[in-house]
């Protein structure tokens, strides 16, 4: 009888499952765009837990076609950028995707990607796949924009729901978070970067040398150095909490200061020390995210021994973020750093507009949250690409090294003394290495929109299309990135030294650096609601390559002596390709790198 049943359900299911296929099938063809179909949804928890495993990944390359590998790449946000802009050769740069559960535009043109993303009443951010960035609290990722946008850098899929009434929130947050990021802020990132970068790179000295001289060293692995590195960055400029690169234990303290030092054990109360939680963060994300974002509130903690360690971070994380509002709320000059640019902000507007209300401590936190996010995860895995291709491409490297020299020539020996509004206007080669690493391997690799409750209408190759509403819209970010039509023929080559004439594009300042098509360039995102965080994010990177390149070259580290130039590149090349996404685009493992520093006397 059982068995009767639950056959029963399978067939009823399955059919279900077709007439909602035929559905979307149908919805496609009014629409008129070229389609192609695939019998799983791309947020199938279940698909997308098979390309965690290597087996599968590799069943895929090995055995079946190359035109089905890129269909089933394209299928799942975390491996679509391994298909590049492949699927729209086959079939344009504007083509539905149909599964049983959702249509889904998918689009790698610049001009309808223009379309979307200026659009002001048109292609919302699908809010629900937001949710669990409110962890802490509202945010400007998590609600809905006057226009129907939603502000976000990060593509985290989840859900929750969100109502239609929070435009005017949206608002009202934005007009207090896009204060802090201003040249005053810029200038507190240039400097932190060059203390983190100087503590770093004496840390590689010190700890992997192969001589005393530490003339050069060999990084096995630079992930959880360079995660730790752009944390103490966030924490310095957004928290006020300088934190040395290597840890220097003390006794904790109930004390303001002394609750965030590197105490030998936490707090009374806590679980972690400040430094400990955040680094916990670092490397627990995904299940952070799953245990206090996406499971049910109501669910007891005690049935869930297993998330102990993210629900006992989540708290004390929080606990932090509190201490830090309630001390920047009693200072009595405040700096300008995010945290108290936040305050200020909320001190100035509400006293200066009266209409505006005053930020929630929940939306303090929930934004703060969201710029760590968002400050140092995206940050760090570019940074770990480009000492990747810049070892592979030894070119490239030259041209950064030269570009450093003629820049800080005439500048002290010590990057301490250096002055942001002088020298960083000169530093254009590694603002290049970075634009290309970002093009090459952007941290979002696609941008999620979709039609909302009303049809839209875009234009493609001049024929204008109508979508539905409810429909998904997926621009295609690596796709754009890779096509030949708006790079060249040398798309798939990393060119650093990209200059030339052409239209403007986001976080491209500077007259000597290409300006690609409009909407063929899209790492900030584009448009009315392109990234907040992008000068930061620019000085951080650019700082860093600086202080490393000046004084060192990077090559590939052999991890035996039989291996050969080929072998390290094949290697390399490997470990990029199989890049995956989660909440940013990553390399799953390490590739070792030699540092061996250059004899110069002054550059």
Known sequence: MLGIILFSLFISYTAYLGLCFLRHRNLAREIGLPYVSFPISSHNILFLSLFETRFVPYVINTWLSPKLADLIYSSAFKTRWAAKDRLHRRHGGVYMLITPSVSTCMVCDASVASQIFMSRHG?????????????YGPNIVTVRCPNGFLHSHLAFRVSANVSQSEGSQWAHLRRHTATPFNERNSALVWEETIRQTNEMVQYWEDEHSRSSSASEFILTGAREDILKFTLNIICSVGYGVKLPFRPVLENSTESAEGLFKDAITPSPGYHFTFRSAMEYLNKHITSMFIANGLLPKGIPRSVLPFFKKDFDAFDDIGRYLRALVSTAETKET?????????????????????LDPELTDDEILGNLFVFTIAGHETTAVSL????????????????????????????????????????????????????????????VADIPRWTGDSAVNITYQNQPYLLPPHVYVNVNGSGLHYSEEYWGPDAAVFLAKNEGGGLSGPGLE????????????????????????KKFAQVEFVVAMTVIFREYRVMLARSNERETEDDLRRRAEKVLGESTAFITLSMRDEVPLLFQKRCVSKA
């Open 123 to 135: 292609f919302p951010k699908p809010i629900k796949q937001y949710g669990a960035l409110e962890m």
């Open 384 to 443: 770990r690409f480009a000492l990747v291709l810049l070892a592979l491409n030894q070119d490239a490297q030259e041209y950064l090294y030269e570009g450093i020299r003629e820049a800080t020539y005439d500048e002290p020996h010590n990057p301490v003394e250096w002055d942001y509004r002088r020298v960083y206007p000169k530093l254009v080669s590694p603002l290049c290495v970075m634009l290309e690493t970002l093009r090459m391997y952007p941290p």
């Open 510 to 533: 500077y007259d000597t650096i290409h300006k690609p098509v409009r909407g063929s360039y899209i790492p900030f995102s584009d448009g009315f609601r392109s990234c907040i965080g």
């Open 334 to 354: 405040l700096s300008q750093n995010l945290i108290d640019g936040l305050i200020r902000s909320k001190q100035k507007i509400y006293k200066d507009q009266g």
